[in-house]
């Protein structure tokens, strides 16, 4: 039952001792010790936009999307998505690279779930990690009808999509440095769509990591370009000397 407070907490007398636990709170800002006590924090406790400072790399991590069983929804699943906070502009900003995160608690046998990563208009993924074997696809609309998607089987020593093909033979080809993502949509949205699926018998968490830089916005704002590393300049090629008129005596 709520309880309905008249006027501020404060605390007695003169003390100054805190009157409420970050940890207690329902979405908010709180301080935790690393991502696996960040991903311990209980479905129901957390909303969208709340943040989570981790001490272990000093990042902030915001939520951006949750869902779990309700009165409302019965049958929602438990699952929280986090991106690290850029501090520099919104989550769908070009320009800089950006971590997504989609936690599922409870991932049945045979279980199918979808969700959707705002990623911007189009964007390049460097890396997808899966933290067990699964199928995820990628769609660029929301009726997920395409007959090409992008597609990962991960296996228990094949987690990250980096690039590598695994052969049955053991040998490992490397066609790529990353992927491109797009969104097909008209007019283009900012979300790419996904697909899971639980492709071994044992049911538990699950959590897909996606590090990725935004190309566009669905705005239409054009991409900044970052550079690292030495600038190349472009050489100007030497001018002749201009002569110096002698003068007439």
Do not use: C
């Amino acid at each position: 039952m709520a309880l309905q407070i008249a006027s501020d907490l404060v605390p007695a007398g003169s003390g100054t001792f805190y009157l409420l636990e970050d940890i207690y709170t329902k979405g908010g800002l709180q301080v935790q010790d690393s991502l696996e006590t960040r991903d311990a924090i209980p479905v129901a406790n957390l909303k969208k936009g709340a943040l989570v400072l981790t001490l272990s790399d000093k990042k902030i991590w915001m939520v951006t999307k949750v869902s779990f069983p309700s009165r409302e929804d019965p049958d929602a699943p438990e699952a929280v998505e986090w991106e690290e906070l850029a501090l520099s502009g919104g989550s769908s900003a070009p320009g800089s690279r950006k971590v997504a995160i989609h936690n599922i608690k409870t991932f049945l046998r045979d279980q199918q779930l979808e969700f959707e990563i705002k990623m911007g208009a189009s964007s390049i993924v460097f890396r997808l990690e899966t933290s067990r074997p699964t199928r995820i696809r990628a769609f660029s609309t929301p009726e997920k009808d395409e007959t090409n998607p992008y597609e990962f089987i991960s296996t228990t020593d094949h987690l990250i999509d980096d690039g590598r093909q695994l052969f049955e033979d053991g040998s490992v080809l490397r066609t790529r440095n990353y992927s491109m993502f797009a969104n097909f949509q008209s007019p283009a949205t900012d979300y790419m769509y996904f697909t899971i699926d639980n492709i071994e018998e044992d049911e538990g968490p699950m959590t897909v990591t996606i590090t990725y830089m935004s190309l566009e916005s669905a705005s239409g704002v054009e991409p900044e370009t970052t550079v690292s590393g030495d600038s190349l300049e472009e050489e100007t090629p030497p001018t002749e000397p201009t002569p110096t008129p002698t003068p007439t005596l």
